[in-house]
Nanobody, 116 residues
C-alpha cells in the first residue's frame, strides 16, 4: 500500500511563497501520475496541478504562472512551489496519486493560509 505524507503548509502573507512537499512510500513512485488538489472552506475540492510520470505538467488557470509542480523520483517526492500567494489560495492542500497500480491514494492534507 502506498502512503502519501504532505508537509510545508503554513501561514504566509499575501505575495509570499511556500513550497509543499509530498513524500510517497514504495518503489514505484516514478511511474505514478501525481496531483495537488486544494479545498477551501465551504468549497469543493479542486485540482491545482498535475505531473505525469514523464514530467508533463498541467495547471488550473487560477494558479498558472504562480505555482510549479515538480518531482524528484530519487526521493519519492512531489513538490508544489507556490509564489505570489493570494488570500484566495487559502485552503487545505492534498497530495493525490492517480488511478493505476494500487489505485487512487490521498494524503492527509496540509493547511495553507494566506493573510491579506
Amino acid at each position: 500500500q502506498v502512503q502519501l505524507v504532505e508537509s510545508g503548509g503554513d501561514l504566509v502573507q499575501s505575495g509570499g511563497s511556500l513550497r509543499l512537499s509530498c513524500a510517497a512510500s514504495g518503489s514505484l513512485f516514478r511511474f505514478y501520475v501525481m496531483d495537488w488538489y486544494r479545498q477551501a472552506p465551504g468549497k469543493q475540492r479542486e485540482l491545482v496541478a498535475t505531473i505525469t510520470a514523464a514530467g508533463t505538467t498541467n495547471y488550473a488557470d487560477s494558479v498558472k504562472g504562480r505555482f510549479t509542480i515538480s518531482r524528484d523520483n530519487a526521493k519519492n517526492t512531489v513538490y508544489l512551489q507556490m509564489n505570489s500567494l493570494k488570500p484566495e489560495d487559502t485552503a487545505v492542500y492534498f497530495c493525490h496519486k492517480g488511478a493505476g497500480v494500487f489505485g487512487e491514494i490521498w494524503g492527509q492534507g496540509t493547511q495553507v493560509t494566506v493573510s491579506s
